[in-house]
């Protein structure tokens, strides 16, 4: 058995102001998105130019902050944030959603598609492997704050996690850390490293992310405030569906046009 390191969520202080590890970890992410992104231009193999990538980068933190907010607002607690509707800008005390920080890419991508009159699909052909490395660095930071545990295990990785009981559970985390965002990074990386046609790289993110959170899911701990719902399954569980549906769409589709 296990015993998570207890590390204060703080990395340093400068005045008054705390710089938290989670928020690092957001930080290190947008970074590699940055530093990949520039590779797939430097070797010719994106369809926006640097300038307009620089472009692209801000408008996908905006979509990533607002939608992850949004998100987790509308999927997981409607009724808390509409009777506390000033808490939704409290984004100090936790709670973003992927699929919602997903959604607000993808809006922000078609604006940004739009006003560089580039092909949606083929520019979120190139977001797409520039994300797993950000998704990595997210669920770091989720094992770093000790939150968003595993459900109790007798494995002897079983891990204690303070505030989760005096069971051991699984470190899903870190789970998640390798499976949507170490493995889809390669898988993604090798698949779009040579042209494939269009929209077939964005289909296999969808399908990619949503088989293996799905699957990552049956360790981790539903939320408290949520528990199980229909067929057993958690929230996270039920939103990574409609993503490997529409991801199968897409990818038929391509497939068809080629």
Not at 48 to 72: E, K, N, S, W
Not at 183 to 207: D, K, N, T
Request: include cysteine.
């Amino acid at each position: 058995m296990l015993v998570h390191p207890d590390i204060d969520p703080i990395a340093f202080s400068v005045g008054p102001l705390a710089v938290r590890w989670y928020g690092l970890m957001y930080l290190l992410g947008f970074a590699a998105g940055w530093w990949l992104g520039l590779r797939r231009i430097g070797k010719g193999l994106a369809p926006v130019t640097r300038a307009q990538f620089d472009d692209l980068l801000f408008l996908a933190v905006l979509g990533v902050i607002l939608g992850g907010r949004l998100g987790y607002v509308l999927f997981y607690k409607p009724g808390h944030y509409a009777s506390h509707p000033l808490e939704i800008f409290a984004v100090w005390q936790g709670g973003m959603s992927f699929h919602g920080g997903l959604l607000g890419v993808m809006l922000a991508m078609s604006f940004a598609a739009w006003r560089h009159r580039i092909d949606y699909l083929r520019l979120m052909d190139f977001v797409a492997p520039l994300v797993p490395l950000g998704i990595a660095a997210g669920r770091m930071g989720n094992f770093i704050n000790g939150e968003l545990w595993g459900r109790s295990t007798t494995l002897p990785w079983g891990m204690l996690f303070r505030n989760a009981g005096e069971l051991p559970r699984h470190p899903s985390q870190l789970y998640q850390f390798a499976l949507e965002g170490i493995a889809l990074f390669v898988l993604l990386w090798w698949f779009s490293a040579r042209p494939r046609p269009r929209g077939q790289v964005s289909a296999l993110f969808l399908i990619g992310y949503g088989a293996l959170r799905f699957v990552a899911e049956f360790a981790r701990e539903p939320d408290a405030f949520l528990g199980y719902l229909a067929f057993g399954l958690t929230m996270g569980q039920w939103l990574c569906l409609p993503m490997i549906a529409g991801g199968l769409a897409l990818w038929f589709w391509s497939t068809a046009r080629r």
